[in-house]
């Protein structure tokens, strides 16, 4: 409403919008709190751009994005990994239209300015027009700060702020913890991306990516038909916990369900007998007792505020391009170094999250359901209340909850106050 909205000062009150336990459908759908959203979060904070297996060679780039910005991932000539702005500083034409390659530079399409691939610019088409300008400054520009977490790339518009280790806090574990599925402890994305393109804002799907409420509903007839017993996750009974890492992160922990059964590669609903080659790389990799104990815990389930989605066996990177779209890209998780497992967690991500993915279908019709829902004005205000009473503290300090508590969505919404109030 008009009374969040400071006029004198001309900026919003988000505190107006947000309480600890319910947030105002507005911040989902009105194109000025996105514009604010774009400026606090996306281009501060640090953002997953891609991973360091996609440029594996000297001179290999692909094209990402920051929010809607388009982005260059290179690695340069010298082998150093690069942010760009996919900008051409002459009219600013988007300079790389491809999604990706091996090239030492860059040659705009419009007017044929070439740059290196770190960023320089090397000529001008015509040259005799430039003659004597100086082409320092009229350089591609660059994320201010990049860094990368074990093959991580993630960028940040801010020249100075929290460190990315800093950003990830307790989260960097879960990451880990998906490395010691690797028996080389390393990532090949080499899958390919699809890109799903929703009608919905941004944060739904932030929300639903660690909600453990909804998949026995949303979900119920995938799990009857295909006579899963994953449903059983995400009953009352479930043993599993919602967690909220600080800084917008949360995780949805199925270990204990896991432990509790103690078989190995149960979370990948298979068995070792079906991996031989798999489990022989693992055994040699971390010995017969730690890579028993890896395969029973799995891979994560954890969201990465504010864009990079780990579910177990694949990678979602959400894409924010208006307030009401959202594109999901997604690629399946291979493992360096694991052929047999690798196949599998292919088939696996096409079946769930393909184009005709049973999970992600399901999930996307939420989502637009959500975003066309919070538009009524009333009721205005949107309820994250359950498990309040039950909320405690792991061992590592961070807030836990029964596996369908909103405990993640509160911790969301808590980190999205932090970042939209504080100073610009
Ligand atoms: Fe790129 Fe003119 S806009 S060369
Ligand atoms: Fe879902």
Redesign the pocket.
């Known amino acids: 409403p008009q009374a969040a909205v400071s006029q004198e000062a001309g900026f919003r009150d988000y505190r107006a919008l947000i309480e600890p336990a319910r947030v105002n459908s507005r911040l989902y759908y009105d194109p000025d709190i996105f514009q604010e959203e774009l400026e606090k979060i996306w281009y501060r904070t640090w953002v997953y751009v891609g991973h360091t297996s996609e440029i594996p060679n000297k001179n290999d780039y692909v094209t990402k994005s920051i929010g809607p910005m388009p982005v260059l991932l290179v690695r340069d000539k010298d082998g150093e990994v690069r942010l760009l702005l996919n900008k051409?500083p002459?009219?600013?034409?988007q300079?790389c239209a491809y999604k990706q390659g091996n090239r030492t530079s860059f040659t705009?399409?419009?007017?044929?300015?070439t740059f290196s691939n770190t960023g320089d610019l090397m000529g001008y088409?015509l040259p005799e027009g430039y003659e004597g300008q100086d082409k320092k400054g009229l350089n591609l520009g660059k994320v201010p700060r990049i860094a990368i977490y074990r093959g991580f790339v993630f960028g940040s518009m801010a020249h100075e702020g929290p460190s990315l280790e800093e950003h990830l806090g307790g989260a960097k574990a879960a990451l880990d913890q998906l490395l010691d599925n690797s028996p080389t402890g390393e990532l090949d994305l080499t899958a390919g991306f699809l890109q799903h393109r929703t009608k919905a804002n941004w944060k739904f799907m932030l929300e639903n990516e660690t909600d453990g409420y909804h998949p026995g509903f949303v979900h119920g007839s995938v799990f009857q038909v295909t006579n899963s017993g994953i449903g059983n996750l995400y009953g009352a009974q479930s043993l599993a916990l919602t967690r909220d890492y600080g800084n917008g992160h949360t995780e949805f922990d199925l270990r204990p369900e896991w432990r509790r059964l103690d078989k190995p590669l149960e979370w990948f609903g298979t068995s070792e007998a079906r991996l031989p080659d798999y489990v022989q790389a693992m055994n040699a990799a971390y010995g017969a007792e730690r890579a028993r104990q890896i395969m029973i815990d799995g891979s994560p389930h954890v969201m990465i505020f504010p864009n990079l989605f780990i579910a177990e066996i694949q990678m979602f990177v959400l894409q924010p391009v208006a307030v009401d779209e959202t594109i999901q890209h997604v690629t399946a998780l291979q493992f360096k170094g694991a052929p047999d497992i690798n196949r599998r967690l292919r088939q696996q991500t096409m079946g769930s999250v393909g184009p005709a993915g049973f999970l992600l279908a399901d999930d996307t019709e939420m989502y637009e359901r959500n975003h066309r829902g919070a538009k009524i004005p009333d009721p205005e205000w949107l309820t994250l209340t359950r498990g309040l009473h039950r909320e405690r503290r792991d061992e590592n300090g961070f807030r836990i909850a029964h596996s369908t508590d909103e405990t993640p969505q509160r911790g969301i919404w808590r980190h999205y106050l932090n970042l939209m109030t504080q100073a610009r």
């Open positions: 051409c002459h009219r600013g034409n300079l705009c399409p419009y007017h044929s300015w088409a």
